[in-house]
């Protein structure tokens, strides 16, 4: 008896093509739901957030956002530009790099608040970041108006009390067991004195909105900063040079760019050993004007290098004390360049000496040529 062979199964193409689909609609919905998680969790921000196309136009906002600027529906597409109308945040979106520390605004609705806009990339749009640093801009200046207040209270007593201290050390009829004492006292009170005034300078720096920006000529101001660093170099028998290689001079603060490059000088004549070699130079550069201050001296080791401008940080408490340090030039330094929109930069090797370098961008350079 002849078996009938079973009739084979038709295949059923459109089961297996939905078999091989799954796992990408599987993959699709999970990406679906990972983003709506994403968006959820924007929406439910205490800080505004704000997609923007490429045409710096609304895409998609938060409810922080929305209260925040007062957007409706119909406002996508619109320019960030119609409703943050602040001309400070309208530098910073346009000449801004990329990721940034972002840029403090006073809001536009309401001039006790206080607003911090930070940008940041996302694929061909960018997102943007509005925070409320209104608590924080009050500790700012509650921070800086003590320490204003407390150094310049201090200064009229210890004015007092060294004029005092120096009377009494001449005395010729003082005890020896006297004398070294008010010596101590003198100086003491001296450098107390040094950190009071380097607190107000640095207050001031911080405090002021506006500063008095003129031409600078810069040959004639180092010029007069590398004769102060050959007066101040008698004891310690230095070789200081300078190199001029460019007459082009600056547009900022004259006041406030001696202090700060007069700093960085003096600092490579207290902290190079007797008989070093420190040079001072100004060249120009693709990207602007360099000052730099190069010695041969003691030389930094790197763990302290990112922590310099910290105000009273020391590397060596004992060798800032002893030359006169405040722990307060560099961090003078740092707001100076803020200032003027220029970067510090410090190569070192330890034991071998430092270069201190800042790079005053092109903005900021007046050319000979045309002065």
Known sequence: MNKIAPAKKKKDHNYNNDQQDAPAQIASQN??????????????????????NEDDGL???????????????????????????????????????????????????DPSRYLKCELTPFGDEKLLFIYDVTRVQHLEQMRQDFVANVS????????????????????????????????????????????????????????EETHEFNDVDMTKLLTNIYDDAQAYNQAYKHTI???????????????????????????????TPKGGNITISWTRTSDGCRFAVED??????????TRLTE??????????????GTGLGLAIVKHVLHQHEAQLQIDSVEGEGSTFSVVFPAAYVRSAATS
Request: no cysteine; charged share 20%.
């Open 31 to 52: 990406a679906a739901e990972q983003l709506e998680k994403i968006r959820s969790a924007l929406r439910a921000l205490r800080d505004a957030v704000i997609l923007l």
């Open 59 to 109: 895409e998609w906002w938060n409810q922080a956002a929305q209260d925040l600027l007062s957007l409706q529906p119909a406002d996508k597409g619109q320019s960030v530009f119609d409703f943050i109308i602040v001309p400070e945040f309208r530098q910073y979106y346009q000449n801004t790099t990329l990721p940034n520390d972002g840029v403090h605004i006073e809001s536009w609705r």
């Open 152 to 207: 310049h209270e201090l200064r009229t007593p210890l004015t007092v009390m060294m004029g005092y201290l120096e009377n009494f050390s001449h005395q010729p009829d003082m005890p020896p067991q006297w004398r070294r004492g008010f010596e101590l006292m003198t100086q003491q009170t001296a450098r107390m004195n040094r950190i009071v005034n380097d607190l107000l300078l640095l207050s001031k720096i911080e405090i």
């Open 241 to 271: 040079h300078l190199h001029i290689d460019t007459y082009d001079g600056l547009y900022g603060s004259e006041v406030y760019l001696i202090s700060a490059l007069s700093n960085l000088v003096i600092n490579a004549i207290k902290y």
């Open 296 to 305: 041969d001296g003691l030389g930094i080791a790197p763990e302290h290098i």
């Open 311 to 324: 105000r009273f940080y020391r590397i060596d408490k004992g060798r800032s004390r002893a030359t006169g």
